[in-house]
């Protein structure tokens, strides 16, 4: 999965170029001299926003969305590294609705957070700019991307100031090069899109903000973006597979991102389905506390070891109807004949998933003597929701507490996914770093169904497909809203507000807006 990064033994040498080449200026021509003014605020959004784009981004578990920019050419795509980190495929959207898929990378580099992308085709967009010099402090700066995916969203702020990447370290991120400090807001969602000038020039990629503080947002300036395009110059395109996950969105590490910095992690709950399992998933209300709880009843495990009479494992949330847990918390419940899960590892909490460990916080305990049974423990730790997620996706799931190590089987698991299935979509904080953006798989693209199950809803769905794919061929005469226009084709899709017609004449596709058709082709679109 590792993949080798850009060094930084250039970045001095190309960082020179560019500080020598701009300190000697050739005369300017009419267009540079009217590209040296400033453009009015909308003007300026007008024009570039059709070069930003929106990233989906579909990882192992999950997904994630980003913005990012083109740049020197109608296929290049600039963006933040930790946007692409550990994907499997993303998608790039423009302004105008279109979608180009990427390619794979060019170059990365993750010290200065740049990732060089190449689409698969050629945009209709320009590519932007990079200013050749830093911006001054106080100088207005634009920002465009999709902060919480509400996509080409404009804001406004100055640069507060020119910070080093060591100035960061103190933050718990490791940085080099020169990177902006900007009033310009930003929120997860944003990474990877331009932060303009009033030139509409980019002098930096927005690239995160400190959550302690308000305000404090930071970009990697142009200069730096510019050492990763000349390190991608040569470069063959490679799978953004092979560009790692960040060490905080590795699983075994089981704890939140980078420190201080805040981040957006959409998580997805199984589609709604048949659960194979003879299990309880059911609400219970804890007078004391207050609290409703979902939870499933206690699990037999099986295990392998003498010493244990019995072992179970219960999962429960605490249940809100607007609103999902972040965390999930997993009871281990034994009795044994003998003391067990003694010394500083004896409560050590591990999970394999196929194969795969994922280490865990330290449980807490309460341990008791039963007469006549033995010793009495009970075990508990709290699970982020997103590793629980990839918990229930796993095909095999294994547990070792101490030296104990116990089997989850498909029936169980079954059961756990019941119950994240029950939980509610939406928004969910885990403090003040981490957000979770709580959606739901469509039923053609979820991980957790199980193989024998998947084959038996592909079928199906397929037939469906098959039915409705049969009436849209019906081919009819298509009629404009004014009357002015007829054509004779047959219905592709629908495609959000557009209908995608096929001639019957030439065979060729074209859009059409919904709105503009009869009242009668408006009905028939629906009908389908």
Known sequence: MSAKSIGSSCAAFLGLVLLTSSSVAAPKTDGEKKADKNLPLADLIEQTEPSCVRIDVKLRNGSSIGSGFL????????TNHHVVAGAREAVCTFANGKKIEVEGYLAYDKLRDVAVLKLKSASDAKPLNLEKVQPRKGES????????????????????????????????????????????????????GPLLNLRGRVVGINSAALASGQNLNFAISAEDIGIVLEQATNNKVASLTKIAPLRSERPRRGRPS????????????????KFGHRYRVQKEEDEFDKVTWLRTQWLPVRYKDKRITSCGLRVGVPYKDDSPSPAVLWQIGTTSKNLLFRGSGGRRFQLLLDGEPIKLTEPRSSTSLIRGTGWKIEM??????????QIIAAKEVKARLGDLEYEINANQLECLRDLAFQLPTGKTGLGDLITYQVE????VDDPTIPASAAKRIKAKLDRENAKKEKKTKI?????????????????????????VLKRKDTGKELRVPLTKLSKDDRDFVKGR
Not at 71 to 78: G, T
Not at 259 to 267: D, L, Q
């Open 71 to 78: 740049i020197r050419d109608s296929n290049l795509v600039v």
């Open 141 to 192: 700066t634009v920002a465009i991307g999709a902060p919480q995916g509400l996509s080409f969203t404009a804001t406004e702020g100055i640069v507060s100031a020119i910070r080093t990447g060591k100035e960061l370290e103190k933050f718990g991120t490791k940085a080099t090069g020169s990177w902006l400090q900007t009033s310009t807001p930003i929120s997860p969602g944003s990474s990877g």
């Open 258 to 273: 980078t420190p201080g910095i805040a981040k957006t992690i959409v998580c997805k709950l199984p589609a709604k389905r």
């Open 380 to 389: 508990s730790t709290l699970i982020r929701l997103d590793v629980y997620l």
């Open 440 to 443: 739901r798989y469509k039923l």
């Open 475 to 499: 081919v009819r005469t298509w009629t404009s809203k004014d009357g002015k226009y007829v054509i004779v084709a047959s219905l592709v899709k629908l495609d959000g507000l557009m209908v």
